[in-house]
């Protein structure tokens, strides 16, 4: 009787803090009694749904379970885990992919898949190309796939002959177009012998610290490509430690009571530091690919190699920042100014993923460098205007209906002739325009001397850079140039810091600021600092002289203003 009313009072009574579940969990809401779903049946089943998740002792009890089906059968729930001989783990894509099967996963057929793939390698090197004339250097990057590495303690499937291996396919392309890659199976292969520790481990997916060794090795590649010598890592002696938990993210999966014997040694660590030459650069880097890079932004100090880098998770959120946090999506960056931004852009993949092909990276490349903006309006346009056609979409908006044909086109870039084409014929008109975006980014003096520009005219910086481009194209006097203005500026943000200062002794103020942050779901803190801009604004009347209002408004200093 105890044992039957423990979960009982744990679940309304005791509340006992437990250890929770890894992996996603999807919330189930209680559902509310009403006499229609009990008649129909339905709250039946979702009340059982919701009991089933909040049931007391949940979590030790699946624990329980979990590890009886593991001991005695070496079974497991869990979609994201394949369980191999001697207690290894691996990822279910891998091993499909080792076995032959992934490719049919993402691909219609092997004859379709050459055809996709070998489009969007020719792409990959068009835009190679259009970058390496703008002094971006672009590569490959191929992490290793532990399928691969340790195919003896996969679980006995058949190969499927029918298809072909991905990555042997764009490794073999790469090399007969000189498109630069580093492929780390192959290496890592010849490597693992020689180490006594597993080079992924064995109840991980990702690699740990032989993470850094590539990094190593990728680094004083992309030097060669260039001519020029990068920092480079100086590794300690290795020795146990905490590997940021991917050591045994795969385990972590099956929620066992029990952790996994691990029977290949440890998961090594060691110090890792950056030693600059006297003439080593520090270039801009954009990488753009998978998890894989966590391994390597974990243990190596990038800040100390790169002046700056900004990794592009799966070509689909932005990370920036030292350390790397989410930014917004990519699909609201200026894609061609952010690409020609940079010294060095490195796509980073791992075998299985290649079945996908890029995925999206080169169409969205190619499309962005390879074509006029107008070109592309056009054929968006022309695809919208066919699908209104279609009896199917005629109760479509015509929004949905342009969204669809921006898919289309984007799935699809051999539909304009040009990029269908055998040899690159045409560019982006605006790359010339972003270029020197670019080289106003580069000058620190420029730069200051915008922001203060941008802070009086109310905008910002990508704003006022592109106002400054346009001014040098239309022959105008350059906001940077406007000495009497950037220094007014920089003692209205002193003027701005010392009413943020004043405020809080305000009591009346201070209420209806509050008010305003609740209202607008902001900190107090930017509350204050808005309501300072504001009443600053308003006194110098700056609030006339918005970028976007007026681009050619003269700031009105005062006569009496003293510039210091």
Known sequence: MVL????????????????????????????????????????????????????????????????????????????DVVAGKQGWLYTPESVSDYYGNELLRWQPSPEEARQHFDREIRYMNRVRTILKENDVEMLAFIAPEKSFLYPEYLPKQEYNTSTFNASEYFLEKFKETGFPCIDMTGWFRQMKDTVNYPLIPQTGAHWVFPAVYAADSLFRFMGDLKGIELPHLKIGELHEGDNHGADNDLE?????????????????????TVESGPNSVKPKVLFIGNSFMWGIVNQVPMKDVFDEMEFWYYFSTAYTGDPLMPNGNVVDLNLLEKMLDFDYIVWFTTGNQLNKGTNGFANSAILTLGVDDSIRREYINTITDSLRRDAINRASTDTILRQEAIAILHSHPEIIPELNAETLTTQNRNIPYAKVIKDIRKDSTWMAALKAQAFLRSATMDQILHAEVDRIKAG?????????????????????QQRIKRIPNYEKLMEIIREKAIKQNKPLEKAIEDDAIWMTMEIYGLDHCRLDDDPDAVIPIPKDFQLK
């Not at 803090?17 to 969990?25: A, D, E, F, I, S």
């Not at 972590?252 to 890792?272: E, F, H, M, T, W």
Request: proline share 7%; net charge positive; with cysteine.
């Open 4 to 79: 039957l009313f423990l979960p009982l009072l744990q679940a309304h009574v005791l509340h006992i803090p437990l250890k929770p579940l890894n992996g996603v969990t999807m919330e189930t809401e209680q559902p509310k009694f009403n006499l229609v779903s009990y008649r129909s049946g339905d709250y039946a089943k979702q009340e059982e749904a919701y009991v089933g998740e909040h049931f007391g002792f949940r979590e030790p009890v699946i624990r329980l379970y979990n590890q009886y089906l593991w001991s005695c059968y070496k079974k497991t729930y869990a979609h």
């Open 252 to 272: 972590k999966l099956l929620n066992l009571a029990l952790p996994i014997r691990k029977r290949q040694g440890y998961s090594p660590i060691a110090d890792v």
């Open 476 to 496: 105008k006097p350059l906001y940077k140039d406007q000495t009497d203005e950037i220094r007014f500026s920089f003692q209205v943000q002193e003027e701005v």
